[in-house]
């Protein structure tokens, strides 16, 4: 029975791949200039040095347009949505409270679930297994294959893997952590889009005696391998815990970014709330605007929704006087560096956490 299920599980596994997104031979592509980066993409434009106009970093020339292009670009990024992805046919999840950590998946037309292993009379507690992860956080999926983070140390690499759990490879490897620096699992993105990957993640650090956070946004292509820090944004204390809030999103060309401002004294209770866009393009990284919190006693940000046109909305949750948690949707006007509630409610702490 065991080894029927397995077999049932490659049939059913080979059938959950999103549509393809296949790119164009790397002959065909529309690349005017070199990939290959010496700088980070922040010394473009918040250092004052403009980009070059005419290099096209775009993986494709498919890729040159702002329409949204089914199979190639990620969708809405869910705050902390990181243990969990989808297909069409499938779900895929990373097992937080099991040890070992294994890949699990659920078949949502048949409901089979478990690890994602087809091997016959598998105990799924070695690297053997293709479920098997050891320590990773943060999933996603993209043309076919299924990418997250992972680690057996303090170093953190990207990996993917086929539906169902063949043929896993190491792409890059994302950072080396200073031994003084401590994970902050809880703000982990991932997401890939137009053959790129972009993974923002955040540490933590005692300086001086004060918490100080920093958040780190890196790009890493598919198809090369190559690397490129896009943010390194060093945060300080927001109220009475370690900030680690970080939201993304992509629209056509364009990487969305909200984080608040590191550059600030540590000691205030609120920091400005900094909104910018990356544009895969050019690699140029633009500030859109700086705006001012909304409410005192921030305790967290979260979401970050923006729609074709471009509006901009993103989430606070704060605690009022009476010691009631405060869910804000706000939405940014960036000319006038400020922005507008759209609706506010009495929340729990899991509510933070709504799709909006």
Same mark, same amino acid.
């Given at each position: 029975m065991k080894k029927l299920i397995?077999?049932?599980?490659?049939?059913?596994?080979?059938?959950?791949?999103?549509?393809?997104?296949?790119?164009t031979e790397a002959g065909d592509t529309d690349v005017t200039g070199s990939n290959d980066s010496g700088s980070t993409a922040a010394e473009n434009t918040e250092s004052g040095k403009k980009p070059n106009p005419n290099v096209n970093y775009l993986a494709d020339k498919k890729f040159d347009t702002d329409e949204y292009l089914e199979g190639c670009d990620a969708g809405f990024q869910y705050y902390l949505s990181c243990n969990g992805c989808e297909t069409q046919d499938a779900y895929y999840m990373i097992g937080q409270l099991l040890l070992p950590k294994l890949m699990?998946?659920?078949?949502?037309?048949?409901?089979?679930?478990?690890?994602?292993c087809a091997k016959p009379e598998c105990m799924h507690n070695s690297a053997d297994c293709n479920a098997y992860l050891g320590g990773a956080y943060s999933i996603c999926t993209y043309d076919g294959r299924i990418y997250w983070i992972g680690g057996t140390g303090s170093?953190?690499?990207?990996?993917?893997?086929?539906?169902?759990?063949?043929?896993?490879?190491?792409?890059a490897l994302l950072r080396e952590m200073p031994p003084t620096h401590q994970k902050n699992y809880g703000g982990m993105t991932? &997401?890939?889009?137009?053959?790129?990957c972009y993974c923002a993640y955040n540490?933590? @650090?005692?300086?001086?005696?004060?918490?100080?956070?920093?958040?780190?946004?890196?790009?890493?292509?598919?198809?090369?391998?190559?690397? &490129?820090?896009i943010l390194d944004d060093v945060s300080g204390m927001y109220g009475t815990g370690p900030r680690f809030d970080f939201g993304m999103q992509a629209v056509g060309n364009d990487i969305y970014i909200l984080s608040d401002d590191g550059s600030v004294d540590e000691t205030v209770d609120t920091?400005?709330?900094?909104?910018?866009? &990356?544009?895969?393009?050019?690699?140029?990284?633009?500030k859109i605007c700086e705006i001012a919190p909304p409410t005192d006693n921030i305790i967290s940000m979260g979401n970050l929704k923006v729609t074709p046109e471009r509006d901009i909305y993103f989430s606070t949750?704060?605690?009022?006087?009476?010691?009631?948690?405060?869910?804000?949707?706000?939405?940014?006007?960036?000319?006038?560096?400020?922005?507008? @509630?759209? &609706? @506010?409610?009495d929340s729990s702490v899991m509510l933070r956490r709504i799709i909006f």
């Open positions: 397995s077999l049932l599980l490659c049939a059913l596994l080979a059938l959950s791949l999103l549509t393809a997104c296949s790119s699990q998946f659920y078949d949502k037309a048949s409901g089979i679930s478990g690890p994602l170093d953190d690499y990207l990996y993917s893997c086929a539906a169902d759990g063949s043929d896993r490879k190491e792409i991932l &997401f890939c889009h137009r053959d790129y540490t933590s @650090t005692v300086e001086n005696g004060a918490t100080v956070n920093h958040n780190y946004l890196y790009a890493i292509s598919l198809k090369t391998g190559e690397k &490129f820090e920091q400005p709330i900094i909104l910018r866009v &990356f544009h895969s393009k050019t690699r140029e990284l633009e949750w704060h605690k009022d006087d009476e010691g009631n948690y405060i869910y804000n949707v706000e939405k940014a006007i960036p000319e006038e560096n400020r922005s507008e @509630t759209v &609706f @506010t409610t």
